[in-house]
């Protein structure tokens, strides 16, 4: 079987008013992704999504589509799609990073992989460790009080028990956030902040220090993308454990993290990491050291999500059960690109057990929604 054409769509998908992101990056109201379609000799195609974020990777849906159609796309041509090691190697020969751009790639190839096979991905990855369906945490914008305190009563009677609130900004307002949560969810959620590297160390742990009473649990990326001495610095300081996010793309990065004692998590996905099998690599060597790993979100659409899934499900080092992710980005916006939408109810999610990535995507609803 060989990979005879790659094919790019750009899609832009709205998201719903009461779960528009807002972060220490920016505000999230629309989703301008790249999906990607491989073709493959025998009939059998793949789909892949690139879950692109100028302020958080770089990466454009434009720019990965001409990375895509002009220089990833001719490399693969004729190549197994099982060969993921070798499609992998030869994506970064010809580019460094474009993370969510081979991502997509790679997750097709395992898309057509799992249905040559009759298999749900996760089978190829070694067997299902978990159950399918997996319990989600959900990421709270950096909402003003008012908001904070309705969005956190909502999300507790929806079924939610971890949730993280966006920190980052304004650092007594953060406080304030982060208070307002605590005092409206009332004692029993986890309670997770996330700075996206939006504070220093003396920030993070000053801001930390005057929320000890409100019992966060787990402070995620709280410094600069890249200074690995300033995450170990706030973890040493501080009570709660200390995820990595922002900071971790590849193994050379977890690596660092574990060399620099920076964590007790990192917060994987395979997006950011440039597909399954590399974020796969990463929860080994993190196991192999003692580093538990959990899943981030960018607001994936149900591809990217599936991918997410098919990841935990097979992976034991993807502590979800401690270390709740979130697997709910479909959820977020205003209309599925599926035929059959991954099911999500409250903090559940639902992992399809389909042949592939088990995501049959509706590209006519795709051309219905481009990205000029």
């Known amino acids: 079987m060989k990979i005879v054409a790659v094919e790019t769509y750009p899609v832009r998908v709205p998201l719903k008013p009461e779960r528009h992101m807002i972060t220490a990056l920016g505000e999230h109201t629309v989703s301008e992704y790249l999906l990607v379609r491989v073709l493959t000799d025998v009939g059998i195609e793949g789909a892949g999504e690139a879950t692109v974020s100028p302020l958080w990777s770089g990466e454009t849906v434009w720019g990965a589509r001409a990375i895509v159609d002009r220089l990833f796309a001719p490399a693969v041509l004729g190549m197994e799609p099982g060969d993921v090691g070798g499609i992998a190697r030869r994506l970064d020969r010809i580019a460094t990073h474009n993370w969510f751009a081979k991502s997509a790639i790679e997750m097709a190839c395992w898309d057509i992989q799992g249905k040559a096979a009759g298999k749900p991905v996760y089978e190829l990855l070694g067997g299902a460790v978990r159950p399918l369906t997996i319990r989600s945490r959900f990421s709270m914008g950096a909402y003003g009080p008012e908001r904070a305190a309705r969005r956190a009563r909502e999300l507790v009677a929806a079924g939610f028990t971890t949730l993280k609130v966006k920190v980052g900004t304004e650092p007594a307002r953060d406080v304030e956030r982060v208070r307002t949560v ?191």
């Open 182 to 372: 605590r005092e409206a969810a009332g004692p029993g959620p986890n309670l997770v902040i996330d700075a996206n590297c939006g504070w220093n160390a003396q920030t993070a742990i000053a801001c930390v220090g005057e929320l000890a009473d409100c019992r966060v649990g787990l402070v995620e990326q709280p410094t600069p993308d890249g200074d690995y001495a300033a995450l170990a610095q706030v973890r040493r300081a501080i009570d709660p454990e200390v995820m990595a996010d922002d900071i971790c793309f590849n193994l050379v990065h977890a690596q660092e993290l574990v060399r620099n004692e920076c964590c007790d998590v990192i917060s994987l996905y395979p997006g950011k990491n440039g597909g399954i099998a590399k974020s796969l690599a990463i929860a080994e060597f993190a196991a192999a050291h003692g580093v538990a790993c959990s899943i981030g979100s960018n607001l994936e659409l149900d591809i990217a999500t599936a991918a997410m899934g098919h990841l935990i499900v097979a992976c034991r080092n993807l502590q979800v059960e401690k270390y709740p992710g979130d697997i709910l980005g479909p959820d977020y916006h205003e209309f599925s690109i599926a035929r059959q939408p991954i099911s999500i109810e409250g903090p559940m999610t639902t992992i399809p057990d389909r042949p592939g990535l088990g995501v049959e995507v509706d590209w006519d609803i795709i051309r219905a929604h481009p990205c000029d």
